[in-house]
């Protein structure tokens, strides 16, 4: 998932990838080490990550999104695009604003609650400041976005959210975790 994104901030720098206008100017017009940065960072989460193997991708790091321009909101459209998230999760966060999980999200929680901890559910886990279109998006699901984890999963998470902090230090006050956790009470 990350390994595809570094694939398309690459393409982007070069010129080669179509469809981010908006992005690939943002992208192209970084200076050298800016571009560097956020290649290195980046490769360097991709490297922690894969030794766990986890069901959702983390948040990508926080510098990395700050250089790609995430949270100047260029165009959220091509944001979602490259972030590759489903095309309904990014038309439900523009179109409908929803900026966090709202009550939909929590009415959903408390509809699949019992399903979920029959299957040995114990959470259901996103990538932090992704926002669904629903918490059972199949698509969001497939592409790692979504996951509900048993507790043994779960808790490679947090092996993984602890390592993630600890070795890629960051200033964004906002960002405390990698992970949004919804743990089935």
């Known amino acids: 998932m990350l390994k595809n994104l570094l694939y398309k901030i690459e393409k982007l720098r070069s010129g080669e990838l179509e469809g981010f206008e908006v992005l690939k100017e943002h992208i ?15 490769k360097f989460q991709i490297e922690l990550v894969e030794k ?21 909101r260029l165009d959220d459209f091509e944001i979602g695009k490259l972030l590759d998230y489903p095309e309904c999760c990014i038309k439900s966060f523009v179109e409908d604003v929803r900026v966090a999980i709202d009550r939909e999200h929590l009415k959903e929680v408390e509809e ?19 926002i669904p279109c629903s918490l059972k998006c199949e ?15 779960f808790d490679k998470i947090l092996e993984l959210e602890k390592e993630l902090k600890e070795k890629i230090r960051h200033w964004h006050f906002g960002y405390d975790e990698y992970y949004e956790k919804i743990i089935l009470p």
Do not use: C, H, W
């Open 28 to 42: 192209q017009s970084l200076d050298e080490f800016q571009y560097q940065q956020i290649v290195e960072r980046l």
């Open 52 to 72: 766990y193997k986890p069901k959702v991708r983390p948040a990508i790091d926080p510098m990395v999104s700050t250089e790609l321009g995430i949270y100047r």
């Open 112 to 130: 699949m609650k019992e399903e979920l901890k029959n299957k040995g559910i114990y959470a259901i886990v996103l990538p932090s400041g992704f």
């Open 139 to 153: 698509e969001a699901i497939k592409r790692g976005f979504i996951g509900y984890l048993t507790k043994e999963e």
